[in-house]
């Protein structure tokens, strides 16, 4: 079973930034990558996507502030996070995908955006 690990996570003030980090245990060629999050009392928010050619999707919460990428090559991927509000603040989880067949997430890491 592929392994994934995020890391990055944390506390950030209203209107600063933070970098999220996922590593794989294997090759992600071929697999989409991208984050889920989760705030509390609300269902699971596809944030972001990239495919294996580099072309993104972004939620309509955060088009034009958070900006995904991924490296095929060293089998990582993040998720830069800019301008941050209030709203952002969840767990947000790394996935990969195979044509919709097969599906690994990470365990989780918090954004806690504060004023």
């Known amino acids: 079973q592929v392994q994934l690990v995020e890391s990055g996570g944390g506390s950030v003030q209203v209107g600063g930034s933070m970098r999220l980090s996922c590593e794989a245990s294997?090759?992600?060629?071929?697999?989409?990558m991208g984050w889920y999050r989760q705030a509390p009392g609300e269902q699971r928010e596809l944030v972001a996507s990239?495919?294996?050619?580099?072309?993104?999707r972004y939620s309509d919460a955060v088009k034009g502030r958070f900006a995904i990428s991924r490296d095929n090559r060293e089998g990582t991927g993040s998720l830069q996070m800019n301008s941050l509000r209030a709203e952002d603040t969840a767990l947000y989880y790394c996935y990969l995908d195979w044509r919709g067949a097969e599906k690994y997430w990470g365990q989780g890491t918090q954004v806690t955006v504060s004023s």
């Open positions: 294997g090759s992600i060629f071929g697999w989409t």
């Open positions: 990239i495919d294996t050619r580099g072309s993104a």
